[in-house]
Each structure stands twice: as structure tokens, then as C-alpha cells.
């Protein structure tokens, strides 16, 4: 996974670990909704995509309900501004539950589309 790349790197890049983080729990979800044939709109909104798959299987909640806060890493450091970079360790938390969220995932998708 790229984010782990980047957190484990000598120098840690922490802005763009977490938008892999976020990417990944983004691509998770739409390939849930994609598997039910459940049609979403393009967003970036992991509280949108969540509650779309959490309609699907009420379980994904206890995984999706933390994931929303991946949401702002989509765009917070892609553009110029004053954002708090969090700690490596702060990151490190964030990649477990990006990689939390993809098994759960792929746990609930049909076998033959499983990665």
C-alpha cells in the first residue's frame, strides 16, 4: 500500500499517506456499492459512500463510522493553506483504519471478485 510506503519512509510523508489513506477507504466503498450494483454519485464524501454501504449491510457501521473522518484528506493538503500535518503516529492509526476498512471490504464481497 502506497500510504504505508510513505509513512515508513526515513522521511515520512505524511500528506500524501494519508490521501492513500482516504483513497483507499474511498475505492473500498465504491467497489462494495459497485459489487450490489448500487449506483452513487462521484464524490469524495466517505459519510455519503459510507451510509450508501452501510444500507447494504447495516455490520460495515462499527469500520465505516470512524472512516468518515478520512474525508478531509482528500483535498486538505492538495491545496495552499494552513493545515496541521499530523504526527507519524497520528498517521500510522489512520493507515490501520484505511486498512481496516478495505478487509472488511473485501470479507463481504462475492468470491469471484475478491482481489
Known amino acids: 500500500m502506497a500510504a504505508e ?8 510523508l505524511i500528506e500524501d499517506a494519508l ?8 475505492k473500498s466503498m465504491k467497489g ?8 452513487f454519485r462521484r464524490t469524495h464524501d466517505l459519510d455519503e459512500l459510507a ?6 449491510d447495516p455490520s460495515l457501521a462499527e469500520v465505516l463510522g470512524p ?7 482528500a ?9 496541521a500535518e499530523p504526527q507519524q503516529e497520528e498517521a500510522k492509526e489512520y493507515l490501520e483504519l484505511a486498512k481496516s476498512v478495505f478487509r472488511l471490504i473485501v ?9
Open 32 to 39: 462494495f456499492l459497485t459489487s450490489h450494483d448500487s449506483i
Open 51 to 56: 451510509r450508501a454501504c452501510e444500507s447494504i
Open 107 to 115: 470479507d463481504r464481497l462475492p468470491g469471484d471478485v475478491r482481489p
Open 19 to 26: 490521501f492513500h489513506c482516504q483513497q483507499a477507504a474511498e
Open 67 to 73: 472512516a468518515r473522518d478520512l474525508t478531509v484528506f
Open 5 to 12: 510506503a510513505d509513512i515508513n519512509y526515513h522521511h515520512p
Open 75 to 83: 483535498w486538505e493538503f492538495r491545496y495552499p493553506g494552513d493545515f
